[in-house]
Each structure stands twice: as structure tokens, then as C-alpha cells.
């Protein structure tokens, strides 16, 4: 009887919700980015752009809940891997914190 060296890790398919999640997380983190970095190059900001920089953080945080949820799906997968779940509940918290704090001391 030979034992096989080679570790599989990666036996059980990703969770497809997991995954979905992860990149919606992803895209959430870039908007946000570009949310900040227009208030931190604009002096003066106008009208305008106070709208596209109010707009751009609401569409990330519907993203941050879509994500949330679908993360939950995707840990609730039975037979696959569920990492990109577990990263995703723990970037998408960060995103609600972020945005709970934008909403409570009011937009950027």
C-alpha cells in the first residue's frame, strides 16, 4: 500500500454564491475607493459631485447587503469549499461599519 504524497486540498468545488460574493465585495471596495479619492482631489467640491460621490456609496452599500447574502447562501452550501464565503461575511462586516459610519455622521 502506497501513500500518496501530494496533498489535495482543493478536492470539493468553491461554492458558487461564495464566490459571487467575494466579487461583489471586490467591487464595493472599488467604488468606495473612487468615492474617497474624488473628495480627497476636489477642493471644492460641487454639486455635481457631491451626487456622484453620494451615489457611488449607495450603490456600494446595496452591493455590501447583496454580498452579505449571498455569502450566507454560499456558507450554508453543503459538499464545497466555503472559503471565499468565510473572507466574504468578514469584508462585507467591514463594509457595513464603513458605511454605517458614513451614514450616521452623514456622506463623506
Same mark, same amino acid.
Given at each position: +500500500?502506497?501513500?500518496?504524497?501530494?496533498?489535495?486540498?482543493?478536492?470539493?468545488?468553491?461554492?458558487?454564491?461564495?464566490?459571487?460574493?467575494?466579487?461583489?465585495?471586490?467591487?464595493?471596495? *472599488?467604488?468606495?475607493?473612487?468615492?474617497?479619492? +474624488?473628495?480627497?482631489?476636489?477642493?471644492? +467640491?460641487?454639486?455635481?459631485?457631491?451626487?456622484? *460621490? #453620494?451615489?457611488?456609496?449607495?450603490?456600494?452599500? +446595496?452591493?455590501?447587503?447583496?454580498? /452579505? #447574502?449571498?455569502?450566507?447562501?454560499?456558507?450554508?452550501?453543503?459538499?464545497?469549499?466555503?472559503? /471565499?464565503?468565510?473572507?466574504?461575511?468578514?469584508?462585507?462586516?467591514?463594509?457595513?461599519?464603513?458605511? #454605517?459610519?458614513?451614514?450616521?455622521? #452623514? /456622506?463623506?
Amino acid at each position: +500500500m502506497s501513500r500518496d504524497p501530494v496533498l489535495k486540498l482543493n478536492q470539493k468545488p468553491h461554492a458558487i454564491f461564495g464566490i459571487i460574493s467575494f466579487v461583489l465585495a471586490i467591487i464595493s471596495l *472599488v467604488l468606495v475607493v473612487i468615492s474617497i479619492v +474624488m473628495v480627497a482631489v476636489n477642493e471644492e +467640491m460641487t454639486q455635481s459631485d457631491r451626487l456622484a *460621490v #453620494g451615489i457611488l456609496e449607495w450603490i456600494s452599500a +446595496m452591493l455590501t447587503i447583496a454580498g /452579505f #447574502g449571498t455569502a450566507v447562501i454560499g456558507e450554508t452550501s453543503i459538499d464545497k469549499e466555503k472559503i /471565499f464565503a468565510h473572507i466574504s461575511i468578514v469584508l462585507h462586516f467591514i463594509g457595513f461599519i464603513y458605511h #454605517g459610519t458614513v451614514l450616521w455622521f #452623514g /456622506f463623506l
